[in-house]
């Protein structure tokens, strides 16, 4: 297609609905750029005001580029962050449905097509991170992608972690939407764009980011490793034909008359402080429904929303029980099943039950947090809020004749007055909220180009800015001797807004969760915030609750609860409603339990097994290997020197298989087909190695060390792919815990290697490697008999190479080894 033809592409792409605007023309076509910048994919802003199309700008004009015209300039993977699952969810529904209708889905294989693939707590992804030569879609929440965008995703295997780092900070282009729900995730994202600019740490292909929202200060992306350019960032905004006619001025001017709430003959507006905080929930209740009720005897065509935003979901609860199950006496009052409530603490399946009535048709009414605040497609006839702060409002009073179809269109704002220990503001500050009412006081109509001229200086926040030398630390997976791994959550989230996910399993009292339990699905988890799971999980209350623990591959008793992390609570012990969501009380009235099938459960391991549906011989497995690592370099065009490294330490990568325990380990329950040969995969499920923690990757590395080529270019970057290649052997080497001491004469030990282990010679490819004795020195520190330690080779690695481009190439030999086991071949000759 030509480039004339974006109009038909968009069309298509959205179900011919409309043509796009200018400005996502302007976007896709390289207009929107600078003089002289051509239309290369750089970071930039997108402020464009709410409900015109931004998703589908940013989304379309990558497919138009990078799929259907295949510009090498842009990015292969496109990652959308966002600041909360319900965003998540209505992107992904989108994404879904544009790439439906242009015949490419996230079905079947990758070949030809455009992966979807969302991140977020307790979802699926698919193996998206095995196919780093396929263009791919990711959407997810800031806690998931930026923690992987770290080394420490969250709510995934830790072995993986490499991988997805490697993938996310190489050749994608990064789409921050919603920035002003996103705090200090914002200067996460210029940090990271900054440190992937650098040129010592140069990515494969460019990493750009675009920032899009209405109330974004630049200021915040003018970090200490990412100076504003010349000019500050290049903008994206509606031009001024856009703005003076046609369905965008339409949009920006629709009107929505705005006053403070107040109660049908009381003296005063409606305020939430100290003297009325107990009766607020009811009170407020009383006014939703006899401002619903006025609006339905007007009915509307397209049905009338009306829609409540308040600050706290205790609030929001009280609200949506006073209308659903307080006494009726006779009244006219709304139908509860015509009454929903939205907030972030639900699960997946009972969240979807209510928002059903907020994505559907006709009268109701939604009892609603900034869940709803930004990004959600529904057009309200009434708003009701909360005061928030300034961006806040903006956000929210956008919910509210969103297509611009009601002319009676209203928004009450409630006034929140300061007790002395501030909590009835919470989660805002005073300075904020005053500010907000100042400006509220002002106008009295909201419709986006007024707000857009008021401009509301806040208090500067101080928040952790993450640096080079931390994120240098992060590059090692390895966690420490307690079990531990550096904090990353408050580069992700504001201090005050860490989650942790719960999920229920019918657990008998006095037992602990055997190890056959399955990992939770999407449709069980529940986020919590870290202060409501620290109450809910104090040792004093004895809740029964625990966290798996991937080293000792066990259930440990909970203890102080970490951002991200995910913890199976026994059903009695309550806290959570289906109804209601999260409440932290003991006895709920009721808790369904979604427990998965044991046969359908995967492993909490998540890093595969060397068990297949049949036997793999050493010398094909490797060829499969070697095939794949090839085809991906040629794909991703990567550079000759490093596609040599990479088939070098595709070669070598399972030699330590040849070592007896593992081969015992694979035989262990059912002969192999043919005697005399060396395995790599075996179809015995039960196959279990008497050495525990034995990784044959180590055994691999230091067989190349003591008798690969002397003369390779990249001699420790091919031992480092080799170790790497499960995620579990990296920096260091050490032993664990659980490993038994060698008998006999003192020997080194680690990882179920033994210092003075044995390897066969092994035949793979076009060489055989000789058979050797296995050295451990390298794990000492400082140098030795056979040069640098292990350690201070893959620190010099990681410096030299920087970690983003280290990991990278850590992650195709991975791919192709992971695509290689997944093929169902046997060899029995």
């Known amino acids: 297609m030509s480039d004339t033809n974006y109009a038909a592409f968009f069309k ?97 294989t990758h070949d030809g097509k455009v992966g979807l693939h969302t991140l977020m707590g307790g979802e699926d992804a698919g193996e998206w991170d095995i196919h780093p030569e396929r263009e791919a879609i990711l959407i997810g929440t800031q806690d998931m992608l930026l923690s992987r ?90 031009s001024p034909t856009e703005e003076s006619s046609g369905r965008p001025h339409e949009l920006i001017t629709a009107k929505k008359k705005l006053s403070s709430a ?92 209510h928002e059903a009535l907020l994505f559907g048709t006709g009268d109701r009414i939604v009892i609603a947090t900034q869940a709803v605040e930004a990004g959600v497609d529904v057009s309200a006839r009434l708003l009701i809020t909360e005061l928030a702060p300034w961006s806040s409002l903006v956000q929210r009073m956008g919910r509210c004749n969103r297509r611009a179809e009601f002319p009676d269109a209203e928004i009450l704002w409630v006034n929140i007055e300061p007790d002395a220990k501030g909590e009835l503001l919470l989660p805002y500050t005073k300075d904020e909220l005053t500010k907000a009412s100042e400006e509220l006081q002002k106008l009295t109509d909201a419709c986006p180009r007024a707000l857009r001229e008021i401009i509301v200086q806040e208090t500067p926040v101080v928040r952790p800015v993450i640096r080079r030398r931390d994120l240098v630390d992060l590059f090692d997976t390895t966690p420490d001797i307690c079990g531990q791994d550096l904090d990353i959550s408050r580069y992700i989230r504001d201090s005050d807004d860490n989650d942790v996910q719960f999920f229920w399993r019918d657990i008998a009292e006095n037992e602990t969760p055997g190890t056959s339990e399955p990992q939770p699905t999407r449709e069980e988890l529940c986020r919590v915030s870290i202060g409501d799971a620290a109450k809910f999980l104090d040792p004093k209350k004895k809740t029964r609750a ?65 068990f297949t549906r049949d036997w793999q011989s050493l010398a094909e497995h490797t060829g499969k290997v070697i095939e794949e690592t090839d085809s991906i370099s040629a794909f991703i065009m990567l550079s000759a020197a490093d596609a040599a490294t990479l088939r070098i330490a595709a070669l070598w990568h399972d030699v330590g298989k040849a070592h007896g325990e593992f081969q015992r380990m694979l035989c262990d329950g059912e002969a192999p087909p043919r005697e005399g040969k060396l395995w790599a995969k075996s ?49 260091s080497i050490r032993s664990l815990p659980n490993e038994p001491v060698p008998g006999g004469e003192e020997r080194l030990f680690a990882r179920g290697i033994w210092h003075g282990d044995t390897l066969p010679a092994v035949a793979i490819g076009d060489i055989t490697t000789p058979a050797l004795t296995l050295d451990l020195s390298f794990m000492k520190m400082g140098a030795g008999e056979h040069g640098p330690s292990w350690l201070a080779r893959t620190v010099a690695l990681r410096d030299r190479l920087g970690p983003f481009r280290l990991a990278y190439l850590e992650t195709i030999l991975r791919a192709a080894d992971a695509r290689a086991s997944s093929v169902n071949a046997a060899t029995t000759n």
């Open 262 to 353: 107040t109660l049908k003959d009381a003296p005063a507006p409606l305020v939430l402080s100290t003297t009325t905080k107990d009766g607020y929930a009811k009170r407020l209740a009383e006014l939703v429904t006899k401002r619903h009720l006025a609006l339905l005897e007007n009915p509307h065509p397209s049905g009338t929303l009306t829609l409540v935003i308040v600050n706290r979901v205790s609030r929001a609860r009280e609200i949506f029980e006073a209308l659903t199950t307080g006494e009726k006496k006779g009244k006219q009052t709304c139908a509860p099943e015509r009454v929903a409530l939205i907030h972030s603490r639900f699960r997946q399946k009972d969240r979807a039950k």
């Open 546 to 610: 625990w966290q798996w623990n991937p080293l000792e591959k066990e259930w440990k008793k909970a203890g102080k609860p970490r951002p991200g992390a995910v913890y199976l609570v026994a059903a009695d012990c309550g806290g959570y409603e289906d109804r209601l969501g999260w409440t932290g009380e003991p006895k709920p009235q009721s808790l369904t339990i979604h427990r998965p099938p044991d046969e359908s459960a995967d492993s909490h391991d998540g890093n595969g097994s060397s």
């Open 683 to 731: 179809k015995n499920k039960t196959g279990k190695c008497k050495r525990p923690g034995f990784r044959h990757e180590l055994a691999s590395a230091l067989a190349w060390l003591l008798a690969g080529s002397p003369n390779a270019p990249e001699r420790d970057l091919v031992a480092y792919l080799i170790a790497a290649h499960h995620g579990k052997v990296r920096l």
């Open 12 to 108: 298509t792409a959205t179900g011919g609905s409309h043509s796009p605007y200018e400005y996502q023309s302007r976007l896709a076509l390289g207009e929107a750029d600078l003089p002289n910048t051509g239309a290369a994919c750089h970071s930039r802003l997108i402020n464009i005001p709410t409900g015109l199309g931004k998703t589908a700008a940013v989304v379309l004009a990558w497919m138009w580029n990078r799929v259907v015209r295949k510009e090498p300039a842009w990015p292969r993977r496109l990652v959308y962050c966002l600041p909360m699952r319900t965003l998540v969810e209505q992107t992904e529904k989108e994404v879904k449905k544009w790439l439906g209708n242009l015949l490419w889905d996230e079905k079947g």
């Open 149 to 238: 965008a770290l080394n420490r995703g969250y709510g995934m295997s830790r072995y993986r972690w490499p991988m997805h780092f490697g993938l996310l900070n190489n050749d994608a282009l990064w789409v921050m939407d919603e920035t002003q729900l996103m705090g200090v995730g914002v200067e996460t994202s210029a940090q990271l764009d900054g440190f992937r600019a650098r040129e010592e740490w140069r990515t494969h292909r460019s990493c750009p980011t675009w920032w899009m929202s209405a109330t974004l200060e630049q200021t915040r992306l003018a970090t200490v490793d990412h100076p504003a350019p010349d000019g500050g960032w290049l903008p994206l905004k509606l």
